[in-house]
């Protein structure tokens, strides 16, 4: 069975551009998580999925991120502009919806470096 | 309150040694403590997790010592490997597992 993916693996933009990263779950698995961890510092949560809608985006920075999942599957999260503060490695994580025990299953990770 | 306070920061061991990694929290809403193993170049992957209804449980070389009264948590390594180098990240969560990490511990196990 296949992983969490992510594409891209590293991106590299100039502050100002238009970044999208995608995440494909583990196929069936409802719950979509986006999470951030800039250098040093703790893996922050974004956003949480549950199939196509918004659980709970809380941790979003602020409305240059914007996150989708259209028709359940795949998830995208663009970043418009970037600025430099937005760079760090952004983890997806998925999970089953029922009869599981807590474990997150994560992505390798798309790091982001904005110049 | 929502945070997670994970040390130490970096830690060198010698083969066979123990290995201790001590986190603190303080709301007490939260109901389940795992600890996540990432390896560089790979997502953090899930190595151990407990609830707080136990003070101990232990899988294998790895055991996480839970102390709800002082609402910490810890992972001990027992007989420590170079194959355990690695980044531990300690997290908690309630309800939906939106986890709260701390901020990892960069493990290096000299051979």
Redesign the interface.
Known sequence: EAG?TQFPSHSVIEKGQTVTLRCDPISGHD?L?W?RRVM??????LL?FVKESK??ES?MPNNRFLAERTGGTYSTLKVQPAELEDSGVY?C?S?PGTGN????F????SRLTVL | QQQVKQSPQSLIVQKGGISIINCAYENTAFDYFPWYQQFPGKGPALLIAIRPDVSEKKEGRFTISFNKSAKQFSLHIMDSQPGDSATYFCAASKGTYKYIFGTGTRLKVLA
Do not use: C, P, W
């Open positions: 969490v719950n998580y999470y040093g510092k703790e893996i922050k949560f949480h659980q709970d941790g983890f994580a999970r025990t807590g474990e997150l994560f992505g390798e990770g």
